[in-house]
């Protein structure tokens, strides 16, 4: 099995996407179960992969496949797992399977939807392991296609505008993604054993471009490649001022969607930066370094800031992951070992306080259909176990000590503060507005006297107490026990750092 446990993982919901349309119509309950069977054996494999497949002290890729796709071009079907990708990989297969779990309540063309929530894990766990650039643009664009018209067709009352701003961002992105990967195939022709998509090759081939390489109206290749991809991946971040699509998308998302977007499509352009941005022009991150780690505390301040003014429960969520997002910038300008870690721990810390803060929201939706934060009150008496779960995730966004964001941000802002000490005391500032707009989210939903029209809620059910719990959990354990997560991520961390570190010490000196 472990010959082909990659594939498994990504296209076993492709199988299940194409069960849930041969199933007859009106097979609601049986749609639902197809998903979560499908999603759940992505999961189990992942599981095993992540706890007892995985060598934490072998070097280099694990669990490679690689084998010819389009001979003439030289493109691969080559898939493997590193530490950066492996922890990515197991919080997608979970979040997937909880969104599952999380859409139960879907009345609207179910086999539709179901459909494509599973041809969106395809997307999302083939580019985490595609080592062939071409195969990582292809599952990229897949994921582009299901999330429009997951939004545009149940999201709110104004699906339709979000899911085409989505949709345009992602697009301009993804064109400056595409003409980057043709030029790095096109110069790699020139070295080597011909043009190749094979992103590990690039890796090695990028110091010899950067010492050989000319210039093209007045800039050098790598310069260009570093920003075409950089705004590609800044898109998705999203980084500021490209972040105006997501509150958008995630105020008209279904719930279970907005828990996958913040969860795991906003670790994509993340993940592509440390994968290709970073390493394919070393020379150009390296001195746009402090560019990216003032954008970082844009990010941090500004969204933590707007997040401040907030009425609607879900914008000021949506708000706190472009701040959050930012942490993940300033740690990797300053490329340190500290800030590389804690950047690459906060796509993951982050990925399971923002499923679960979105999962929250959902909770309150369903019974008041409403998420205005003033018109709340009291909740605390009618549902207290929910009170105790919302508290867990809130205190893991806002970095309480204890919580899995807590060690992410530390870990963060100690590499950066080696490197840019005056933008990680200026970043402070957001640290203490998340914890204000967060705090008195709790206080408006849950304390004060209850309104009599809220008086009939119950408290969250099983359904919904099996979604958010498994999140409840890593935000403790994983700040109990961050080891968990950094020990996987330890020597792939390393390699990248010190393959890096000569450009950086270039522009230092």
Known sequence: MSDYLLTLITFLPLVGSVAVLLLPKGADNAVRWTAAVFTGAALALSTWLYFVGFDDGATGMQFVEQRSWIPAFNIEYFLGVDGISLPLIWLSALIHFVAVFASWGIRKSVKGYFALLLLLEVGVNGVFCALDFFLFYVFWEIMLLPMYFLIGIWGGPRREYAAIKFFLYTLAGSVLMLVAMVALYLMSGN???????????????????????????????????????????????????????????????????????????????????????????????????????????????????VAMGQTDFK??????????????????????????????????????????????????????????????????????????????????????????????????????????????????????????????????????????????????????????????????????????VLDKMALAIEALQNDLAPFFQAVAG
């Not at 050989?212 to 001022?241: H, S």
């Not at 719930?255 to 969860?263: E, K, M, Q």
């Open 315 to 484: 914008r000021v969520v949506a708000y706190s992951s472009v701040s959050h997002m930012g942490y993940f910038l300033l740690g990797s300008a300053a490329w340190t070992i500290e800030g590389i870690n804690g950047a690459s721990l906060q796509l993951f810390t982050h990925g399971t306080s923002s499923a679960m803060l979105f999962l929250i929201v959902g909770v309150v939706y369903d019974r008041a259909h409403h998420r205005n934060l003033n018109d709340f009150g009291g909740l605390a008496q009618r549902m207290p176990f929910y009170l105790g779960l919302s508290t867990i995730g809130i205190f893991a966004g806002l970095g309480l000590p204890g919580m899995s964001g807590f060690i992410s941000e530390a870990l963060t802002l100690l590499g950066a503060y080696q490197v840019y000490p005056v933008l990680v005391i200026i970043s402070t500032l957001g640290i203490l507005m998340t914890a204000a707009f967060l705090l008195y989210a709790l206080q408006r939903v849950f304390l004060g006297p209850l309104p009599e029209k809220y008086s009939g809620f119950q408290d969250i059910n099983g359904r919904e107490a099996f979604c958010m719990i498994p999140f409840a959990a890593l935000c403790i354990l994983v700040g109990v026990l961050p080891s968990l």
């Open 191 to 305: 070295y080597g054993d011909g043009a190749t998509f094979n992103i590990l090759t690039m890796h090695e081939l990028a110091g010899q471009w950067v010492a050989d390489q000319g210039t093209f109206l007045g800039m050098r290749f790598t310069t260009w490649i570093f920003w075409f991809l950089f705004v590609g991946f800044a898109v998705k971040i999203p980084v500021f001022p490209f972040h105006t699509w997501l509150p958008d998308a995630h105020v008209e998302a279904p719930t279970p969607i907005s828990v996958i977007l913040a969860g795991i499509l906003l670790k994509l352009g993340s993940y592509g930066m440390l994968r290709i941005n970073f390493p394919l022009a070393p020379d150009a991150f390296a001195q746009a370094a402090d560019f990216l780690a003032i954008l970082g505390t844009i990010n941090i301040v500004y969204g933590a800031y």
